[in-house]
T-cell receptor
């Protein structure tokens, strides 16, 4: 039972253009969402998050949008840079004390110079 | 301030042997999480430990797998009698408190079972 789904295994984007990575979730109890970035041979690193009380959170070139009714979120990277080439994991959890974090399978982004 | 350390980075075991994976959390962190990433899959939660306590092991296979986080020393993930299906990348994360929102990941141990 995959509660967090990233349906695009890979994405290629030209440098300078926008990258849009999508994520869907099925568990309506999730109220906190995170994006992690992972380079080969390294562990995931936290990128950006959003609480369900918001529909948008921005940090520099990275913006996450949340559509609660559709149970969908997306990560926008603009402008995309070659150093953004990595695997991006969407993750979801419930806030407040300890709750497990559930990860998607990841989307491999390649930014072409 | 050193990050989360994992060793070994690569581990090769024959079927039936034991694998021991070590995780040293960031300084000041007393909460450790273990995840497994099978080929073509995402990170799957395995177990959450605090010092000397297992808090949540709902993601651990019922047999052959165990984890500990002793008062002194690193957290250990132990896999007995390994099988080929155990081949995966095992990641450890740590956090200062019980909020998994602040998890910091180590570089992972890649286990290969031959």
């Amino acid at each position: 039972d995959q509660q967090v789904k990233q349906n695009s295994p890979s994405l290629s984007v030209q440098e300078g253009r926008i990258s849009i990575l999508n994520c869907d979730y099925t568990n309506s109890m999730f109220d906190y969402f995170l994006w992690y970035k992972k380079y080969p041979a390294e562990g995931p690193t936290f990128l950006i998050s959003i609480s369900s009380i918001k529909d948008k959170n921005e940090d520099g070139r990275f913006t996450v949008f949340l559509n609660k009714s559709a149970k969908h979120l997306s990560l926008h990277i603009v402008p995309s840079q070659p150093g953004d080439s990595a695997v991006y994991f969407c993750a979801a959890t419930r806030s407040g004390g300890y709750q497990k974090v559930t990860f998607g399978i990841g989307t491999k982004l390649q930014v072409i110079p | 301030n050193a990050g989360v350390m994992q060793n070994p980075r690569h581990l090769v075991r024959r079927r039936g042997q034991e694998a021991r994976l070590r995780c040293s959390p960031m300084k000041g962190h007393s909460h450790v999480y273990w995840y497994r990433q099978l080929p073509e899959e995402g990170l799957k939660f395995m177990v959450y430990l605090q010092k000397e306590n297992i808090i949540d092991e709902s993601g651990m296979p019922k047999e052959r797998f165990s984890a500990e986080f002793p008062k002194e020393g690193p957290s250990i993930l132990r896999i007995q009698q390994v099988v080929r299906g155990d081949s995966a990348a095992y990641f450890c994360a740590s956090s200062p408190g019980g909020e998994p929102l602040e998890q910091y990941f180590g570089p992972g141990t890649r286990l290969t079972v031959t």
